[in-house]
């Protein structure tokens, strides 16, 4: 099976309808609504090496008091269904987080199925607040750096409780509204759909259905603002699996005009990772996405993202076939911590080497003049 083909069924055997969701005239959003509240506290059991909802919330307290105040816990925003999506922003030991000063970001979870992302948006977190390592202290000597380990909380939810049930559940890579987080954002000014469904789509049955209209989403809002607030230099985007780094275009062919700087990250990235060297190539290569994270924080923000799908494709299931069950195993790996030792100190090092590129070499809005056909 290609990766292209194994990318489409693993987010086609997962996923289940989660509804109808209702287009808006002239592809308007309506107001934002008030978020719920959050439900309950799940307490679901997570599988070993991953993180239940309440072992989770607790990771998050202990890097905040473990920090003090080097570390600056926000609410970005809420989930559909009204959990909190949270960013912790670090600093150097003896110092506070600074708007002067660069910053990078870290997000794991936009994809609810793809739990891996969280767990290693975990250990980064981890990393940059005990700021012992090399890694992290060179990170940090140089930015700061914004960790939001989990996008799409009730989605990631609802496929732990997937794997801990004998019955089939759904294991939702979109939100709770049905909507791909990674299709709901602007597109770059020219980009027109594509006919594969997989780079986007109006039809809301499908497993990438973009949403009615671009950051209709809260959870993209969330994301929004954390960029908005101190656009980052660099950023890591964590998903699974492949075992590819990616960078834009996601949607155009043409090379990015910073192609060396994800090079940079790239190189920096594969350099530390011993068990697996991953593939890296143009995400378009790969295949095409329309209205993508990558493409919407490059093409407003400059900033370089990196995409870091994590681990081998199915192989959980390849190991024990009885994890076929619904899709959690499809896109998850058994052995977290090997995963982590693989890529963590990698992309701390991207992450350094692309902050480092974009001081060197500043974005320069006014070269990509009439590009925001979709800004916000």
């Not at 309950?40 to 991953?50: H, R």
């Not at 750096?145 to 019955?167: E, F, G, I």
């Not at 900033?303 to 190991?319: C, K, S």
């Not at 963590?344 to 070269?367: H, M």
Request: glycine share 8%; net charge neutral.
């Amino acid at each position: 099976m290609s990766e292209f083909t194994f990318h489409v069924a693993i987010n086609i055997v997962p996923n289940t309808i989660v509804g109808r969701v209702t287009a808006f005239p002239d592809g308007a959003a309506p107001a934002t609504p008030a978020p719920p509240d959050r439900p309950p506290l799940d307490i679901t059991p997570a599988p070993p090496g991953y993180h239940s909802e309440a072992q989770f919330d607790a990771a998050l307290d202990h890097a905040v008091a473990a920090g003090g105040a080097r570390v600056v816990r926000r609410r970005a925003g809420h989930s559909v269904h009204g959990r909190p999506i949270d960013a912790l922003t670090i600093a150097a030991p003896g110092r506070t987080p600074s708007p002067d000063r660069p910053h990078a970001v870290i997000q794991g979870g936009m994809h609810g199925v793809e739990v891996i992302g969280t767990e290693l948006a975990l250990a980064l977190l981890d990393l940059l607040v005990d700021a012992s390592t090399p890694e992290a202290s060179a990170l940090l000597d140089e930015c700061d750096v914004t960790v939001v380990p989990c996008l799409n909380p009730d989605s990631r939810q609802a496929s732990l409780r997937s794997v801990a049930s004998p019955r089939r559940l759904p294991t939702p890579r979109r939100n709770a509204n049905g909507v791909d987080l990674n299709r709901n954002w602007p597109r770059p000014a020219g980009v027109t759909d594509h006919w594969l469904p997989i780079s986007g789509t109006a039809n809301p049955r499908l497993p990438w259905y973009r949403g009615p209209s671009p950051i209709s989403e809260p959870e993209s809002r969330a994301m929004l603002a954390v960029l908005d607030e101190r656009p980052p230099a660099a950023m890591i985007d964590l998903h699974s699996s492949g075992q590819i780094l990616v960078y834009p275009w996601t949607s155009k062919t043409e090379p990015p005009a910073d192609e060396a700087g994800y090079w940079q990250m790239i190189d920096a990235l594969r350099s530390r990772q011993q068990r697996w060297r991953y593939r890296a190539k143009q995400s378009r290569e790969w295949y095409p996405i329309i209205g993508s994270l990558d493409d919407y924080a490059y093409d407003r923000f400059g900033t370089l993202l990196l995409t870091v799908e994590i681990g081998r494709p199915a192989e959980a299931v390849r190991r024990d076939p009885r994890r076929a069950k619904g899709g959690f195993w499809w896109a998850n790996p058994i052995d977290v911590a090997q995963h982590i030792d693989n890529d963590a100190a990698g992309c701390l090092d991207a992450l350094l080497a692309g902050v480092r590129y974009r001081v060197e070499v500043p974005f320069a809005p006014a070269e990509r003049a009439g590009r925001p056909s979709g800004t916000v």
